[in-house]
């Protein structure tokens, strides 16, 4: 619906997001991780885990969605769970890439 506004109208995600009740940044977010990955690569991702048996968190995956480099954002979720970084220790191996 957010690359149809022609057929649903401007503002669609925020509407949206009041009909249901979450804030629409929320919903952005939904789009964010669906736009970068399948379902499919989804539940393959989130049946991995780190050294310390800890799968990726759905916040993982949101911080994840600012890397537009489909090769960077691969690399940086293997440094995730090779290193077991907190969502705060992706951000900081976000900045030193």
Known sequence: VKGAPETYGQ????R???EVGVAARI?????????AWSATEIRHE??????LGQSLSWS???ALTRLDD??????????SLHNAWS?????RGLTST
Do not use: C, D, P, S
Not at 11 to 14: A, D, G, Y
Not at 46 to 51: D, I
Not at 87 to 91: E, I, M, T
């Open 60 to 62: 993982h995956f949101v």
């Open 46 to 51: 989130v049946g991995r885990t780190n050294r």
């Open 16 to 18: 949206a997001a009041a």
């Open 11 to 14: 503002r669609v995600v925020e």
């Open 87 to 91: 969502v705060r220790g992706f951000l």
């Open 70 to 79: 489909r090769a960077i954002r691969r690399r940086m979720l293997e440094e």
């Open 27 to 35: 919903l952005y977010q939904y789009i964010a991780v669906a736009e």
